[in-house]
């Protein structure tokens, strides 16, 4: 029997027996269709893996410049399918269960009702070519796309007047310093 050892980036699945793959959408089709071949895959961190981190102990600073970086690169890679001239968004750390999400705001008054509709649309489209898992709710007059690539959040809502963007890094430990810090950083954007 040929073995194949795999390694790849954590992904959820549950593992059983001597079934790799267990329910996992892929492994188990490759189990079925090569029960001749030994699946053997190997647990490597993500680089989308929120910062490791002990409950209760801060996040490195350096570690949480990679957050600001991804949220705002998220936010520059979208920035062509918004109305254009909007002045920026607003980047604030904003305190949840558990610690601190640096998150990115943008009310989108240009985009209300038929124009904010088509906009999630796009961004559904761009953010899934991505490889992002998007789910879509609510209904014509009010829709609302959440997205995710496991690390970092969209969370998009239209109305008749606007559409109110949202995205978010993972909740983490930040020092009081640390955060000042990233603020007077984030403040040349």
């Given at each position: ?8 980036y ?5 593992l059983g ?23 053997i ?8 893996d929120?910062?490791a ?12 410049r ?6 705002d690169?998220?936010?520059?890679s979208i920035l ?5 001239d909007l ?7 904003r305190?949840?269960?558990?610690g601190?999400?640096y998150?990115?705001?943008k009310?989108l008054?240009?985009?209300?009702g038929e ?16 490889g992002?898992?998007v ?6 007059r009010r ?8 690390w970092i ?22 020092a ?14």
């Amino acid at each position: 029997m040929a073995r194949v050892a795999l390694s790849g980036y954590r992904r959820p699945m549950a593992l059983g027996g001597s079934d790799p793959g267990g329910s996992d959408p892929f492994w188990s089709v490759v189990r079925r269709e090569h029960p001749d071949i030994d699946v053997i895959v190997l647990d490597v961190p993500s680089p989308l893996d929120p910062p490791a981190g002990v409950a209760g102990q801060t996040v490195p600073i350096d570690q949480l410049r990679l957050i600001v970086r991804g949220v705002d690169d998220l936010y520059a890679s979208i920035l062509h399918l918004l109305p254009p001239d909007l002045p920026a968004p607003t980047r604030v750390w904003r305190g949840a269960a558990g610690g601190d999400a640096y998150v990115v705001e943008k009310a989108l008054r240009e985009a209300g009702g038929e124009a904010g509709l088509e906009l999630l649309r796009r961004l559904a489209r761009h953010l899934h070519d991505r490889g992002w898992a998007v789910e879509a709710a609510g209904d014509e007059r009010r829709p609302h796309l959440m997205a995710t690539n496991g690390w970092i959040d969209l969370d998009a809502r239209s109305g008749a007047a606007a559409t109110q963007l949202t995205i978010a890094g993972p909740v983490v430990q930040v020092a009081p310093d640390d955060q000042a810090t990233l603020e007077r950083e984030g403040d040349g954007r």
